[in-house]
């Protein structure tokens, strides 16, 4: 029997575990839920299983099952924020092996595997993702679950066809863009089996399309159809510009976009233009496997996202950050498999020494992002909290800016909040001040004001107000959130 850890295994084995450490000790460095965390969180610790199934409350939607899981999870270990971040943490451990297969069963590589899983397991946003109550981690384990499964080869006639529909049912359920994978993937089995002219398996490989259409219309009527949060998300989201215009060849929104993947999502950092080169670079790789007559691997790694452009242009599913998270390993994949191009081509031309570094150059640079802040913060509102638990006095009024109030419920319910002092809730005025001064103005004595997640510069206006009426006595800042002390 072979040695199972040969050398180039041994390499892979000590990235992923890399990636294990380095996602591990984001997990345990405990970071503050952030607003959208927490108001998803506030769904899951305050309702049962059943209440789950129902709209939830601060317009938040996510997958049923992936509630559910949270849910368990939460009911184990006692609804704190390791209970809530577990599962997306699992996800994240089997989506490195999972990457790996895929990437291999893509490209037949070994040095563009090995390069993207380094890159897999570098890139900042899989990291901070990989500790977030939220579903984009699963998202991304979906993604290269069903990949796995439908590239892998089987012994059986019907296994594939059976492990397909069972899988890929389920992930309906657990992933809302699993329904853009199976798509693409259920077009290219049925196109594949055509084109061989294997009029049985045609028909075979329409059964777990059919069986991938009944489950997701039976989630489309449950639990999507008039969804009351529909209205308000899509007007949200046009805000934002994250829908694709209906002139396709608007290029503020292409720039818009390259920024955002190469720059945002992959940690090219955009404050120095990193992400336009890395975009071009992307661009002419896949333009290379099409002069190559890779159309297979280049189907797999742009359908996806160019099916999800068409749904962002009907307004069905925003084209947006943290909703294409699952896109990153397609852009990884052709990111590496360009280099492998470029390698090649300066190889036979010259005799370049040390060429092979070609190959480190992106992942420095997301090793240098990765550990510019790390472990990754975004709001810490648990440590403006401590210092409001070590300083309050009796009779000291705390007033929760309206972004901060459901990270502040939260810590609240979890006995993090020491303080029993009267709490006044601060309501939104986006946009009218003067209605922040209607509010702030009935405020006396010593005050604390409370901020995360500050909108605008918010927390400006509201402290260059009440400076006017009182003292400043004491401050605190942090990573997103702040406290301050008045004596109005």
Known sequence: MKNILTKNNWVVVLIALFGVIIAFIQFVSNRSLWLDEAMLALNIINRDYS???????????APILFLLTEKFFTNLINGNEWSLRIFPLLCYFASIPLFYKVTNLLTRNGIVSKISLLMFCCTPMLIFYSSETKQYMTDVFVTLLIYFIALSTYKGRYTKLFILSFWGGLCIFLSNISVIILFCIGLFLLFRNCKERKTLLNYNMLIPCVIWGCFFLLYYLSFIQNHPSESIQKSAWRGTGDFLPHNPFNMNFWN??????????????ARFYLYVPVSLFYLSSLFVMLKQKKYRIVYFLTA???????????????FANRLILYQIPLYIITISLGLFYLYDFIK??????YLQTLFFIPVVVLFIQLFIQYPIEREEIKKSISYVNKNISENELVYIYYASVPAFLFYKQAYFVKFDNKIVIGKSHRGNDSLYIKDLSSLSGKVWILFSHVDSNEDKFIIDYLQ?????????????SSVYLFNL
């Open 51 to 61: 209440e789950l199934l129902l709209p939830l409350d601060y317009t938040q939607v």
């Open 256 to 269: 818009l976009k390259a920024k955002e993947i190469f720059g945002s999502l992959l940690g090219y950092p």
């Open 304 to 318: 996806p996202i160019i099916v999800h452009l068409i749904l962002s242009y009907f307004e069905k599913y925003p």
């Open 348 to 353: 036979t031309k010259t005799n370049i020494k």
């Open 468 to 480: 006017t009426r009182g003292k400043l006595l004491d401050e605190y800042k942090t990573t997103g």
